[in-house]
């Protein structure tokens, strides 16, 4: 018998005894889902006379959106910067993984590498939904070669990359195409790089600044042609200082366009960022906040050697170093332990931690119509959590994909 009397017949379910996350706080309701969608209660009611085919018990759990990761190198063994023969295969695997953490969406994300390296490996990486076989595909982060040779970090000088033609050709040359591409890392100070930042915006694709010795003007002028990221604020940039504070000064400029938002990635693994720089962040522009793993090919793998794209790293029990040297290069925390670290560090609410994981990756990539939050009409992209913010389940479109044993 169909569930209800004039829309459709796909079954409704309906998650009980939770805490909703809506509205940036939690609230004691059901959450019904029909196709993959969250549903308006009343219209089912009132318009439908609908009712439930299924129920689940959260057993006084939160319900929160799914995480979304917009800075992801790998993990597990694989590098998404490696043109292995089976890249999809790899990208399959750490978004299968990944799961676990809560992460229904991310980006994979390349680091600086050679053009053949992006020709090989781009073109094996298409956005898709996910699903039982894994955390779905935005897009890829491209992070480079496009930087700073002083604050190029773990990336390889060799193929790091300027803007010779002065355009959006220097981009297709090195990466061969930009379909499938959400975001581009680079530094604002390269000559000819505004242009770029313009036309990478005009085709919808996100710019982050980052990997930069950018001064604020630079820095704002690419806000104004549209640069709306910071890549891993404080990491790889000119530190703060108060004649000019460089990047890091977006989080309080004034020349920000008005009704634009500049997000800025934060790295809450307790080493990259510490914790009174979080909270001075977080405390100068909550709403910009946005917490990203920057997790390499060892997150999920024992001490010792790996790779990083064309590097070699050693892990050394939290800490991910360009191996022989003290050079931070990612890291290997998963995002909910990126959330419980950011919540205890900064002292922010449930609410906060939880949606610089979720609404505001989603904000940032112009998918928060759909994703990020619990709004009637949004993807039902879930994780249930208990009030330590462990996770406990997770759901894409409404069905199960992954639960505690």
């Known amino acids: 018998m169909p569930s209800n009397k004039s829309v459709c017949d796909a079954p409704i379910t309906q998650f009980i005894n939770c805490r909703i996350l809506r509205d940036h706080r ?24 609908g009712y439930a085919d299924k129920r689940v018990d959260c057993e006084g759990s939160i319900i929160a959106p799914g995480f979304i990761d917009v800075q992801i190198n790998g993990g597990y063994g694989v ?33 600086t590498s050679p053009p053949a390296v992006y020709h090989k490996v781009l073109p094996q990486v298409k956005v898709h939904s996910g699903g039982r076989h894994g955390a779905g595909v935005l897009g890829v982060h491209l992070e480079g070669p496009f930087i700073s040779l002083e604050k190029k970090g773990a990336h390889p000088e060799q193929y790091l990359r300027t803007f010779q033609s002065g355009g959006i050709k220097d981009l297709l040359e090195v990466y061969g195409s930009l379909d499938n591409v959400a975001m581009v890392t680079l530094a604002p100070e390269l000559a000819g790089s505004q242009s770029v930042v313009r ?29 709306t990221f910071i890549t891993h604020l404080f990491n790889a940039m000119l530190p703060f200082h108060h004649r000019d504070p460089g990047i890091v000064g977006l989080l309080t400029s004034d020349r920000v366009p008005a009704g634009r938002t500049v997000y800025y990635g934060m790295i809450a693994d307790g080493i990259h960022t510490n914790p009174a720089a ?18 390499i ?13 064309q590097q070699v790293i050693e892990i050394q029990g939290l800490h991910a170093y360009v191996a022989g040297t003290t050079t931070l290069c990612g ?10 670290h950011f919540k205890q560090a900064s002292g922010c609410s449930v ?47 409404g069905e199960e994909v992954w639960r505690k044993q």
């Open 26 to 49: 939690l609230q004691r309701e059901d959450m019904w889902v029909r196709e993959g969608r969250i549903l308006d209660p009343e219209k089912l009611f009132f318009d439908e006379q």
């Open 79 to 111: 590098d998404f910067s490696q043109p292995s023969e089976d890249v999809t295969g790899g990208v399959s695997f750490v978004a299968k993984k990944i799961l676990e953490h809560g992460v229904t969406s991310f980006c994979p994300t390349l680091v």
């Open 199 to 227: 036309e990478l915006s005009q085709r919808g694709i996100t710019v982050s600044l980052g990997h930069s010795v950018a001064n604020l003007s630079q820095a704002e002028e690419a806000v104004e042609h549209g640069a």
């Open 278 to 295: 979080l909270r001075i962040a977080h405390r100068a522009h909550p709403s910009g906040l946005v917490l990203v793993t920057d997790a």
């Open 297 to 309: 090919t060892a997150m999920g793998l024992p001490p010792g050697r790996h790779t990083l794209g």
């Open 331 to 340: 890291s290997i925390a998963t995002m909910d332990m990126c959330v419980r």
């Open 351 to 397: 609410e906060e931690a939880l949606e610089a994981a979720s609404l505001h990756p989603a904000q940032l990539l112009g998918v928060s119509h759909k994703k990020g939050n619990l709004d009637y009409g949004s993807d039902a992209d879930v994780i249930l959590l208990d009030d330590a913010l462990n996770v406990k389940a997770t759901y894409i479109s």
